[in-house]
T-cell receptor, first 115, second 113 residues
Framework: DAGVTQSPTHLIKTRGQHVTLRCSPI?????VSWYQQVLGQGPQFIFQ???????GRGNFPDRFSARQFPNYSSELNVNALLLGDSALYLC??????????????FGAGSRLTVL | SQQGEEDPQALSIQEGENATMNCSYK?????LQWYRQNSGRGLVHLIL?????REKHSGRLRVTLDTSKKSSSLLITASRAADTASYFC?????????????FGRGTQLTVWP
């Protein structure tokens, strides 16, 4: 059984550009969350999606958006990239309901560098 | 903003020794978890302790939780070089969004052979 898969693994963009990151959850997991991890820090919550709806949003500007598809995969979009958006973007999936809803299975991440 | 704070920020020990990491948090929680991250890759869930539990074991891992002090500790016994990684505590607030965890800055553990 495949784990959480993310693509691309690495990418380099310039300021002002747009980026789309993709995530496929573990089979059977219907909730997807996105986290940003800046070097030397812990992951920070960006979004959580379930049943194609945004269920939670962290303290990130409107340049960040996401969506979830009927097959529970998800995309994270960031517009008008800034140097400070350089980070490892982590996708995590989880069960819905019960204690398992809080246990996250993470992908390997997409490392974004903004020049 | 960060919820949990790990202490120490870095820990260096020899193989066979025990490693203890501490975590403090600020709000009421549903549960507290520990995750491990190898060299900038994805995080791996290690153990979860509920707010009504005081201690939990899993293999060489022992986690304690003191809700009155809003603190937790992770003990790794008989450490191995393969335990070298960053360790993060993460809290799930009472009534918070599913899948929303608050992570600390982590403890970088180095185990020397």
């Amino acid at each position: 059984d495949a784990g959480v898969t993310q693509s691309p693994t690495h990418l380099i963009k310039t300021r002002g550009q747009h980026v789309t990151l993709r995530c496929s959850p573990i089979s059977g997991h219907k909730s997807v969350s996105w986290y940003q991890q800046v070097l030397g820090q812990g992951p920070q919550f960006i979004f959580q999606y379930y049943e194609k709806e945004e269920r939670g949003r962290g303290n990130f500007p409107d340049r960040f958006s996401a969506r979830q598809f009927p097959n529970y995969s998800s995309e994270l979009n960031v517009n008008a990239l800034l140097l400070g958006d350089s980070a490892l973007y982590l996708c995590a999936s989880s069960l819905v309901g019960g204690l398992g809803a809080n246990v996250l299975t993470f992908g390997a991440g997409s490392r974004l560098t903004v020049l | 903003s960060q919820q949990g704070e790990e202490d120490p920020q870095a820990l260096s020990i020899q193989e066979g020794e025990n490693a203890t990491m501490n975590c403090s948090y600020k709000t009421s929680i549903n549960n507290l978890q520990w995750y491990r991250q190898n060299s900038g890759r994805g995080l791996v869930h290690l153990i979860l302790i509920r707010s009504n539990e005081r201690e939990k074991h899993s293999g060489r891992l022992r986690v304690t939780l003191d809700t009155s002090k809003k603190s937790s500790s992770l003990l790794i016994t008989a450490s191995r070089a393969a335990d070298t990684a960053s360790y993060f505590c993460a809290t799930a607030d009472r009534g918070s969004t599913l899948g929303r965890l608050y992570f600390g800055r982590g403890t970088q553990l180095t185990v020397w052979p």
